[in-house]
């Protein structure tokens, strides 16, 4: 029998490449939140893969990019700290875009980090046809100047192809080592953080333009009800922060429905993940141009690295 594998495995690539389906679907369940939006993590998120032989623990990086807040400016040093410590390093390239200056300078990064794998993630790959994947492939080989990827994989999270396949392949290059969390743990992510990127990714969905960035969330207040029902009962209560005056109206909707409905939503995904029944009580609160602030940033969460 093979000897037992593992290792720490970073995602990187830039805003809205996929990293987070990616991970999810690796994963085999929902630990990381997905919107349409570019830089909806926040956090380095560790999912946790399981298998016979091997097991990967997936650091989710916020995407690298050209910061213009001192909250982007932190979300980078997350992604350089993830590539510190990692045995493999994915960088997720879309099928369905073409490649420039942003993708250079991620592989640029890449190349500093000369003691881990690389493997080029080609993401999306359901949205273009054979022939155009056959091209961006070839592409890709000749975008590492300093180095030589390991593995150039095709996928589609979405409809999931090739993601077993990109598993193997990622326990193959991991060291022998021994398992790190006890199975059946999908993520160590502190429970309450979950749940406030649950309740965020439930705002995020259909959001105007000019809210994503604007969104974060922290809990006040999560207690547990001294109930005999078969299922835990939690009250939760959160804030939803915003940075203007202007965003609470889009936030509430008319007669406060939109508030309703991410109440809802999030409600949902929460008694999901609790396998608990749920109260989830929403606040707004505009702190100004918090992704600005140094203090307001580390109330938040964001502490400075």
Not at 170 to 186: D, N, Q, R, S, V
Request: with cysteine; proline share 5%; aromatic share 4%.
């Amino acid at each position: 029998m093979s000897e037992f594998r593992s290792g720490f495995v970073a995602i990187v690539g830039r805003p809205n490449t996929g990293k987070s389906t990616l991970v999810n679907a690796l994963v085999g369940s929902k630990i990381a939140i997905t919107s349409p939006h570019p830089n909806t993590t926040r956090h380095a998120i560790r999912g946790i893969v399981h298998k016979d032989d091997f097991q990967a623990i997936l650091v989710d990086t916020p995407g690298i990019h050209k910061p213009k807040t001192l909250l982007g400016h932190r979300l980078n040093a997350v992604v350089g700290e993830s590539l510190d410590s990692v045995d493999v390093i994915m960088m997720c390239i879309p099928a369905d875009e073409t490649s420039g200056a942003g993708d250079d300078f991620i592989i640029a990064e890449i190349a500093k980090h000369p003691r881990s794998k690389k493997i080029a993630v080609i993401t999306k790959t359901d949205l273009v046809s054979k022939t155009h994947l056959a091209e961006r492939l070839m592409g890709i080989v000749g975008m590492a100047k300093d180095f030589t990827w390991d593995e150039i994989v095709p996928v589609s999270a979405a409809i999931h192809d090739h993601i077993d396949l990109l598993s193997s392949l990622i326990g193959g290059l991991l060291k022998p080592g021994p398992e790190f969390y006890p199975k059946g743990m999908i993520s160590d992510q502190p429970q309450e953080k979950w749940i406030c990127e649950l309740i965020r990714e439930a705002a995020l969905r259909d959001a105007r333009e000019e809210l994503p960035h604007s969104i974060t969330v922290t809990i006040d207040e999560m207690s547990q009800r001294e109930d005999k029902g078969t299922r835990p009962f939690y009250d939760i209560h959160a804030t939803i922060h915003i940075e203007r005056d202007s965003q609470r109206g889009i936030l509430l909707g008319h007669q406060g429905e939109r508030l309703k409905d991410i109440g809802t939503r999030a409600r949902a995904d929460i008694e999901r993940i609790l396998d608990a029944r749920v109260f989830l009580g929403l606040h707004i609160k505009v702190s100004k141009e918090w992704q600005r602030n140094p203090k307001l940033l580390e109330r938040l969460g964001f502490g400075e690295s």
